[in-house]
C-alpha cells in the first residue's frame, strides 16, 4: 500500500543575516506497508519520525526540499495527487491537538471526514466507542480535555475509510481503557484490509498490536524487525540501537547507554550511532552504511546479523 524509498529531507534557514544553510534531517530512508499490516516508527524524540508522516501527506513547510519517491497504491505521491488523497485515502491522526478547528464544534468536524454512511451515526458511534458522551460532539475544542480532544482526532480518522492511517502519537493522555481501545480499533483497520503506520515513543503499545517495528534513529531507519524478536535480552534484534532502546525498558535490564542523539547539523560521517556502540570499529566512521536483509528483516548496520 505504501513504498518510501531513499526519502530525504532537508530544510534550507537563514543564519546570521542573510547567511543561508541547509541541513538534511531525514537520510535516504525507506521503509514498506502493507494492506491489513500495522507497521509501528519507533524512536527517540528529533529522530524523524513526525517529519516523515508530514512528507507523506505533503504538508511539510515550504522551506523543506524532499527527494527520493513515495508511492500509494503503486503509484508515485505527487504533490498533486498529495492533496487529491489527503484526509480520505490517506488520513492522519496528529500529534497536536491543535489541528482540531477551534470554531467548529468537533462533531461536525467528525462527521465532514465521513466519506459512506450516515454521517451523524457514524460520529455517533466512533463516539460511544470512545466513551465521549453524546453532547461532546456539540462542544468546541477548548471545551475538551486533552484525552478528549485525542479521541475526537482519532474518531476523524477511523470514520474516513482511509486506506492508509498514519497515527502519530495518538495514545498520549488516554487512560488504560481508552489507549487499549484506540490501539484496538487500529488493529480493527488493519484487519479489515487498511495499512496503519502507527508513530510512537511507547514500544509496549506498539508490540500489542503492531506487525512489524521499524527503528528510527538520526533521521533514519536502522532497523525493520518483527515484533516477535522483541524479546528476552534482544539477542533476535539485529541493530545495536534496538538492542539498547529494548534493553532500557524498565521491564527490561533498565540500562541506559552513554551519549545522546546527534543533531542533525552535526551527525559523524559514518554511522550516526558509531559514537555510542559498543560495535563500532574504524570503518564504522568511513560512511553511511546501506540497508541490508539479515534473517528476513532489514539492518543498516556493518556488524548486524
Known sequence: ?????????????????????????????????????????VGASGSGKSLLAHAILGILP????????????????????????????IALVPQSVQYLDPLMRVGRQVRQAVRTGDPIERQRSAF?????????????????????????????????????????EPTPGLDETALREALGRFRELADGGCAVMLITHDIEAALSVSNRIAVLYAGSVVEIACCEEFAGDGADLRHPYTRALWRALPQNDFVPIPGAQPLPDALPPGCAFAPRCSWATPECGVAPPEPRTVRGGMVRCLHGA
Open 128 to 168: 460511544a466507542r470512545y466513551r465521549l458522551k453524546p453532547e461532546a460532539a456539540d462542544l468546541f475544542p477548548f471545551q475538551l480535555s486533552g484525552g478528549m480532544a485525542r479521541r475526537v482526532l482519532v474518531s476523524t480518522a477511523t470514520v474516513s475509510g482511509a486506506r492508509l492511517v498514519i497515527a502519530d
Open 62 to 89: 515550504g522551506n523543506a526540499q524532499v527527494s527520493g519517491t513515495i508511492r500509494f497504491d503503486g503509484e508515485e505521491l505527487t504533490p498533486a495527487r498529495q492533496a487529491q488523497l489527503r484526509g480520505r485515502d
Open 1 to 41: 500500500m505504501l513504498e518510501v524509498n531513499e526519502l530525504s529531507v532537508r530544510f534550507t534557514r537563514y543564519e546570521r543575516g542573510l547567511r543561508q544553510t541547509t541541513i538534511e534531517t531525514i537520510h535516504k530512508l525507506g521503509l514498506t506497508i502493507d494492506a491489513g499490516e500495522i507497521l509501528a516508527v
